[in-house]
């Protein structure tokens, strides 16, 4: 009998290491439930986190400009102001940039950008232009012409077109003797501004209020500008109509500056002559705009002419 214990005891253990080794594989057979959500959700809100941001879509308000290598609005393009003092501009400080541009620069500077602009169709190209433009003091509307897209889309700034002939105007700051040999100085600025033509006539209000001893003219000449600006088939000339020059005549003629209008940092019109208040630079000297009277292109020309297509008729 005692032979055989061992025998019988070696079997138990075997059976039972068979047993255990049956419920460990059983076990490792098992299917369960992963138990990691919150690792997954942290991964993936992470990974969402650390995608880059889309960038903010680039400002093509200018794009016309832009194709054209036309210089972009900026500090030389700013309408400019004194402050006021006694109700009057204080000359004893120095023109502020004002935060908003409506004048004759800023006018032809939006035509121009309609003109050269590629972006959408042909008939939103036409609204464009024809939203930059507008009547003169009588209320007049002039031609635009009728030169097709593609045109204007090729065209391109040139300043040396300043120095050919024909591109020195009377009143526009540019002669000969400023340019080598037919290149314009890079010291200048390339986009003029002149006050009107010297011996230029234009159509007076109906409303517009002077006395029999004052010329209509001196009045209403300042309510008009003309920018030229230098293209590669010559220059462009646009003449701007700046309404908010003629609104406080009627105030200087019955000698009544309490009414005089004022201008604030923003370029909004107001009765206001505190200290908040600003006075146009060229109030009462040539056209200048503000947000409620902006000046707006009356006519365009190119090298001199209104540029309509020829036909071959």
């Not at 004759?104 to 972006?119: E, F, I, Q, S, V």
Request: negative net charge; contains cysteine.
């Amino acid at each position: 009998m005692s032979g055989g214990r061992p025998k019988r005891l070696a079997r138990i253990l075997l059976s039972g290491v068979i047993i255990l080794a049956v419920i460990l594989l059983g076990w490792a057979l098992t299917p369960r439930k992963q138990s990691e959500p919150t690792t997954q959700a942290t991964s993936s809100k992470s990974s969402k986190s650390a995608e880059p941001k889309k960038q903010a879509k680039a400002d093509d308000s200018w794009s016309g400009l832009r194709s054209a290598e036309v210089p972009l609005p900026g500090g030389w393009s700013a309408d400019k102001a004194r402050h006021v003092k006694d109700g009057k501009p204080d000359m004893d400080t120095d023109p502020v940039t004002l935060d908003a541009s409506y004048g004759p620069t800023m006018g032809a500077l939006k035509t121009l950008n309609a003109l050269t602009n590629r972006n959408g169709d042909n008939e939103q190209w036409g609204l464009d232009v024809s939203a930059t433009m507008g009547p003169d003091g009588t209320g007049r509307s002039y031609p635009a012409g009728d030169v097709q897209r593609w045109w204007f889309a090729k065209r391109t700034f040139k300043p040396d077109s300043l120095c050919h002939p024909g591109g020195a105007f009377q009143g526009s700051g540019v002669y000969p003797g400023q340019c080598e040999d037919g290149t314009y100085p890079e010291s200048n600025d390339s986009v003029l501004v002149s006050q009107h033509y010297d011996d230029a006539v234009f159509p007076v209000p109906s409303d517009l209020k002077v006395d029999d001893l004052t010329d209509p003219q001196e009045i209403v000449g300042t309510s008009y500008a003309t920018v030229y600006v230098p293209m590669d088939d010559g220059v462009w000339t646009f003449t701007e109509y700046c309404p908010a020059s003629l609104t406080d005549y009627d105030t200087v003629q019955a000698n009544d500056p309490s009414h005089l209008t004022y201008i604030d940092k923003k370029n909004r019109e107001t009765k206001n002559g505190g200290s908040d208040a600003y006075w146009p630079l060229n109030k009462f000297i040539s056209a200048y705009g503000t947000r409620e009277h902006p000046c707006v292109t009356v006519e365009y020309t190119v090298a001199g002419q209104i540029p309509f297509w020829y036909s071959g008729d």
